[in-house]
């Protein structure tokens, strides 16, 4: 009786790890971006094209959302490898123009966790490349494309994109290409970097419903064409899964 009752009982568990698999598998694809990761989509689009006044708006909304004044940091100096020095440093001084105004208004925003500290007895090469590994799910065996033509931008793109920045603890991974991702798709003329990094945030478990989302988003703040050619690339990147 008592091999019986185990038996069942054992049945039973395996049952219901299906069920909460297929559960899960169900609602995973119709998962949608909360209030703080649009905040991030529409904080990323706007530096990415400047548009500074637009941009102090969400940046108080991203505050009120829930998101630290460190997270916001990080966000934006990321944001300087994909847009370049001059807007990443205008929407740091837009933001501090936002902080000094909430606290002259009497709110005192959440400063946040710091990033940890980083092992500088890591090779910074090699852990950049274990990063990007993960992102992309691929084995890089050997350099190709504008890699192996200029070794440098691989070099810096490993050591110091997927290494320094990636390895800085405040924002996980698909935080990280959530915001490479909308700021990608609110500039023109860089459909193959969109691809490749749409690519790397469904890897870190961003849906697809999320991303149309997030591309509804850079269509209300951006411009319906970006928007439009963003939705066109992640068919592509679907389509090759």
């Not at 989509?41 to 400047?50: F, W």
Request: with cysteine; glycine share 6%.
């Amino acid at each position: 009786m008592i091999n019986k009752r185990k038996f069942l009982a054992g049945i039973f568990f395996v049952l219901m790890l299906i069920t909460n698999t297929m559960n899960a598998q169900n609602t995973a694809p119709n998962q949608t971006l909360d209030v703080q990761q649009q905040s991030v989509v529409t904080i990323s689009a706007l530096t990415a094209v400047g548009n500074i006044e637009g941009l102090k708006r969400q940046l108080n909304i991203g505050l009120e959302a829930g998101l630290t004044i460190n997270e916001i940091k990080e966000v934006l100096v990321q944001l300087y490898a994909y847009c370049g020095f001059p807007r990443s440093l205008n929407a740091i001084n837009a933001f501090m123009a936002v902080l000094e105004e909430r606290k002259a208004n009497g709110i005192n925003d959440i400063q946040g966790r710091e990033t940890s500290a980083i092992d500088n007895t890591v090779n910074k090469y090699t852990a950049g490349k274990q990063n990007l590994q993960k992102l992309t799910g691929i084995e890089e065996k050997e350099l190709k494309g504008a890699n192996a033509f200029a070794p440098a931008i691989d070099a810096f793109l490993k050591e110091h994109l997927f290494a320094d920045i990636f390895n800085r603890d405040v924002l996980t991974f698909q935080q990280r290409e959530l915001t490479t991702v909308a700021a990608l798709a609110s500039i023109t003329g860089v459909e193959p970097q969109l691809q490749a990094h749409i690519g790397m945030g469904m890897n870190t478990g961003l849906t697809k419903t999320q991303l149309v989302q997030a591309f509804d988003l850079i269509e209300k703040h951006i411009g319906t064409e970006q928007a439009l050619l963003a939705k066109e690339t992640l068919s592509k990147v679907i389509a090759a899964r």
